[in-house]
């Protein structure tokens, strides 16, 4: 899928709409190009990472002791309601919007997304989602029952609180759903010529699944949310047993769509990883129709396992049987992918950078989760560690180690094409070496801590658990503390870093066969195909033709 060569197009009318970057104040614009929309996704996304890490570590400092010392029980809920909703929807779920902007259309070799102002507004709704639940701390009534803010429990805590919360909620999810249409129509009308579906690079593959999840099941939890609200205000009963409303009903309503956000927030990743493992391993893909299928059956098999979170909940035996083996099956396709990383990087002449560490600890670190995740998968197992730590440990390795990860070796191999400029490789290594004994520190005590029974969403537990709460506590301050090389690295580098080059990777996909960074409009012609996306090591001669005619092209079109 090497571009070799760029077919002159047609001139365009001026449009006078902002649109790409002429000044470094157009990222603070309502700004239409990808690129740029792209990059004030990542920015905002991990301003939030930040905050949401700072709630996290006062939970964690609250935990250092048995007894509720540092915060009041009353604010200890609102920090970890606050600080869950953060990571979820402020930082995981757009960090893949951000990168899904900035590569599919390079990708695909489209010069825009199909509706550049829709995709703006996309962005644009984020900031006051965001701002409003910071606020919400800020006046002192955060909303305090939780991510899930199960009723009745959401309907007797703070109204105000809870009302912030839920509008928060709505409008990121509207973005998600705008993000969602856009990516979907752009993959499948803007392909340029002979790019077919089984020529897309996998990452394409990943967010087509993920956009098809965000669809179905985006409008389901807006539906619940609006129900609770009117509950909550208007004084309604739809799950509000007092009125004689059903708050079973709620939860199926909101895992219909909280357990697809699971995968709406590993699969932009597990696509990252599947571009970022052959290209710093210098093999093809393998299984490359195995992984981009597997991709799509995790979109469905995850519409049909909701209710493995309601074991608990007086569901009847037979239906709890179906989603306990419905989970279990889920581990299949998401086996495929594991197995195909490690066959591609088998026997690779692989380069151990900064990208290619977090793609490797992404891979380790998701299996741990993984395979917790089918010990949940089973009843007697989830109704003995229900609502304990074995739980907050399972989700943390899946969405830590795995989304975390795999969003930190996405910044790593792409920023040299976003920037122009290359991140220092010994800031890079000290960023993961911290992160992952920080990450493991913070959340592998966790597992022992939920066998020994201790309860989350608690601020006052048994002395017996003390030891174990420390480790992890002393564990998220050196995952604090890991984010400074990253944030020192990025600064510096895109002020005074080395030049990247158009391709330092050698890679072979069509956003590296433009200009670093790329061009208003991507590519100057149209982009023409001539090998795969992974066709490293195969027709070397003919490959190495195709960059040196790519490299002659963009020298002709500067």
């Not at 400092?61 to 909703?85: C, I, K, M, Q, W």
């Not at 893949?96 to 070799?109: D, E, K, S, Y």
């Not at 939890?221 to 129900?227: D, R, S, V």
Request: net charge neutral; glycine share 8%.
């Amino acid at each position: 899928m090497t571009q070799t060569q760029l077919e002159p197009s047609a001139p365009k009318p001026a449009d006078n709409s902002p649109h790409g970057v002429r000044k470094w104040t157009d990222y603070f614009t309502f700004n239409t190009d990808h690129k740029v929309i792209a990059v004030q996704y990542l920015v905002t996304t991990f301003i939030f990472y930040c905050i949401g890490g700072v709630l996290a570590d006062l939970v964690r400092t609250e935990l250092r002791t048995p007894s509720p010392d540092f915060v009041s029980p009353e604010l200890y809920n609102g920090l970890f309601t606050l600080h869950a909703t953060i990571m979820i929807f402020l930082w995981i779920v757009p960090a893949g919007a951000g990168f899904a902007n900035f590569l599919i259309p390079l990708m695909i070799g489209a010069k825009d997304m199909a509706f550049p102002r829709l995709n703006a507004l996309a962005f644009w709704i984020v900031p006051p989602g965001g701002i409003l639940l910071i606020a919400s701390l800020i006046v002192g009534d955060a909303p305090d029952a939780g991510w899930t803010s199960y009723p009745p429990l959401s309907l007797v805590t703070g109204k105000v609180g809870e009302a912030i919360w839920i509008m928060s909620v709505l409008l990121l999810g509207t973005s998600s759903i705008l993000g969602a249409i856009n990516f979907l129509v752009t993959m499948i009308k803007m392909r340029t010529p002979g790019m077919t579906f089984n020529k897309m690079p996998l990452f394409c593959w990943a967010m087509l699944a993920t956009s098809a999840l965000v669809l179905i099941s985006t409008p389901v939890l807006a539906g619940a949310l609006i129900l609770l609200s009117f509950d909550l205000i208007a004084g309604t009963a739809f799950f509000n047993p007092t009125g004689g409303g059903d708050p079973v009903v709620y939860q199926h309503m909101f895992w219909f769509y909280s357990h697809p956000a699971v995968y709406i927030m590993i699969l932009p990743f597990f696509g990252v990883i599947s571009e970022v493992i052959p290209v710093h391993s210098r093999k093809p893909i393998f299984g490359y129709q195995a992984i981009a299928y597997s991709s799509l059956a995790i979109s469905f098999l995850g519409l049909i396992v909701w209710a493995h979170h309601m074991f608990t909940s007086g569901i009847p035996d037979w239906l709890r049987m179906f989603f306990m083996i419905a989970t279990m099956i889920i581990a299949v396709p998401t086996g495929i992918k594991i197995f195909s990383w490690l066959a591609t990087m088998w026997g690779g002449k692989i380069r151990l950078n900064s990208a290619m560490l977090f793609a490797m600890g992404f891979v380790g670190t998701f299996v741990i989760g993984g395979i917790s995740g089918v010990m949940l998968a089973s009843v007697p197992f989830d109704i003995h560690v229900h609502d304990t730590y074995f739980v907050v440990a399972h989700l943390h390795y899946v969405l830590f180690g795995g989304a975390v990860l795999g969003i930190f070796a996405g910044y790593y191999h792409w920023f040299p094409k976003i920037t122009g400029k290359m991140l220092n490789e010994f800031w890079g290594k000290l960023h993961f070496v911290l992160t992952i004994v920080g990450m493991n520190m913070t959340f592998l005590p966790m597992h022992k801590l939920g066998l020994m029974g201790m309860n989350r969403r608690i601020a006052q537990y048994d002395p017996q658990f003390t030891d174990l709460n420390q480790i992890c506590t002393y564990g998220s301050y050196i995952l604090a503390v890991s984010t400074f090389p990253f944030i020192i690295n990025v600064i510096w580098s895109w002020m005074f870093g080395e030049k990247a080059g158009d391709n330092p990777w050698k890679a072979l996909t069509l956003e590296w066969m433009t200009t670093s960074p790329p061009a208003i409009e991507n590519f100057e012609g149209q982009p023409v195909l001539r090998t795969g996306p992974y066709d490293y090591g195969m027709e070397q001669e003919e490959t190495d033709t195709a960059i040196a005619d790519r490299e002659t092209a963009v020298a002709a079109n500067p």
